[in-house]
């Protein structure tokens, strides 16, 4: 099981930013997915999660009305639109298959001006 994740970088507050997590190794489109995210001297937590179709998704309070997670079965990817952007989702931010219990390696997201 694989998971790796691009997109990420540095971004002015009220940017945008794409995250991308392209999976192998295991059944995607049977899988539910997730966005965490770790800031410095914080524990890990979910940003977003998405069904194995993409008919459910559920996310943070903090990140409601301007993160959107998505999925591509037939390209075995899910992302995370990152709108608005403000200095505290300053984190890394990880892919998640629960059902599996494989994370990506992590890539970090700047919000700073």
């Known amino acids: 099981v694989q998971l790796v994740e691009s997109g990420g970088g540095l971004v002015q507050p009220g940017g945008s930013l794409r995250l991308s997590c392209a999976a192998s190794g295991f059944t995607f489109s049977s899988s539910y997915m997730s966005w965490n995210r770790q800031a410095p001297g914080k524990e890990r937590e979910l940003v977003a999660g998405?069904?194995?179709?993409?008919?459910?998704?559920n996310y943070a309070n903090s990140v409601k009305g301007r993160f959107t997670i998505s999925r591509d079965n037939a390209k075995n990817t899910v992302y995370l639109q990152m709108n608005s952007l403000k200095p505290e989702d300053t984190a890394v931010y990880y892919c998640h298959a629960p059902l599996f219990a494989a994370w990506g390696q992590g890539i970090q997201v700047t919000v700073s001006s």
């Open positions: 998405i069904s194995a179709y993409g008919a459910s998704t």
